[in-house]
């Protein structure tokens, strides 16, 4: 069968944003451009395609934007994306505009509508964009690793005045329901403990047993992460609190992590995977995600990708339960 030509393409960006984001708009757009096709971008994601709320992208109209946090499409979380009536609108607003294929950068969510979308024939191909890291299929998603220097900077700056007062801070990390940002966050900055909803502790032992023995051996001080979806930090500094007298105090990162410069780690792979998604399109492919798996970038069917499951990566956790001694 003939391949159709590709005219013209749509980008989102969809759910919660990321630092790199903009990188991705901007390498679709100058790969799109370079092989003689044109762009528009749709802005507040899907809740902007179907309601028509689009722009034209130039490789001019993207000057500028590599390094810059959040998104210029701006993104919205479009529950009427679910409903079978949002999902015609959606594919009408493709059609009505000559929307060859479609790039959604965001997370499982993006990628379920990206799925819709496909198979009522509107080509589509997602690109892992989230600070969570939790996509099943890809080692890697963009603005992981921003969110992760801004996290350690923070706490780096927590640690001086918890070393100064002998205090515990115990601090929240983003993740939803997914560890990989705590434990790595954890492991960056010499954490005593890292909690994490993917495994088990036994917090009289790996929490407050290693407090006392850490006292006991001149520790004065202590950081304990917490992923939000291990629960609340404030139990868990009111537990330290109780069974060590330890003053502890309880700060929640939140969405100070998803914003700020994306570092040269989260640009590189913005551009990497954004010129992929572009040739995806081009290659006439369709339901497909951007990878990067064994250290390269590749692509996968989206149905095959979300089936998958992620663990934690056992050899880190393996490293950070032993140093923080
Ligand atoms: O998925 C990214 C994320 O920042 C999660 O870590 C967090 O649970 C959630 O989004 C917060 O969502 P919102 O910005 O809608 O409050």
Redesign the pocket.
């Known amino acids: 069968m003939e391949k159709k030509p590709i005219r013209r393409i749509g980008i989102l960006t969809s ?2 944003d990321a630092p790199g984001m903009n990188a991705v708009i901007r390498a679709v757009v100058r790969t799109a451009t370079a092989h003689g096709i044109s762009v528009l971008g749709i802005r507040r994601g899907y809740s902007g395609l179907i309601n028509g709320d689009i722009m034209e992208l130039s490789a001019r109209s993207v000057d500028g934007i590599i390094r810059k946090g959040g998104t210029m499409l701006y993104t919205a ?1 479009c529950k009427e994306m679910m409903t079978e009536e949002g999902l015609q609108k959606a594919v009408d607003t493709c059609k009505y505009l000559g929307i060859d294929g479609l790039i959604c950068c965001g ?1 499982d969510g993006t990628f379920r509508g990206a799925q819709a979308l496909s198979r009522l024939g509107v080509p589509c191909i997602g690109v892992p964009g ?3 890291n939790d996509i099943v299929c890809t080692d890697y998603t963009i603005g992981f690793d921003s969110a992760c220097n801004t996290a350690v900077e923070c706490i780096d700056k927590l640690r001086d005045t918890m070393q100064s007062h002998e205090r515990c801070s115990v601090v929240e990390v ?3 329901r997914a560890g990989h940002l705590a434990l790595n966050v954890g492991c960056a900055v010499g954490a005593t403990a890292t909690l994490l909803p993917e495994q088990e502790v036994d917090f009289d032992v790996d929490v407050i047993d290693k407090m006392r023995t850490g006292r006991i051996k001149g520790r004065n001080h202590h950081i304990i992460i917490v992923a ?1 979806g291990y629960g609340s930090a404030q139990s868990v500094a009111d537990r330290i609190h109780e069974n060590t007298g330890i003053d502890t105090r309880v700060t929640i990162l939140g ?1 100070i992590q ?1 914003g700020g410069t994306p570092t040269a780690q989260d640009r590189i792979m913005a551009t990497r995977m954004g010129y992929w998604a572009v040739k995806c399109i081009e290659e006439g492919k369709s339901k497909r995600i951007v990878v990067f798996d064994k250290n390269a970038i590749s692509d996968i069917d989206i149905e095959e990708g979300l089936a998958k499951t992620k663990t934690l990566n056992g050899n880190l956790l393996e490293a950070q339960l032993t140093v923080a001694i």
């Open positions: 759910g919660g979380r997370g989230t600070i969570d983003m993740g939803r939000e969405h998803r």
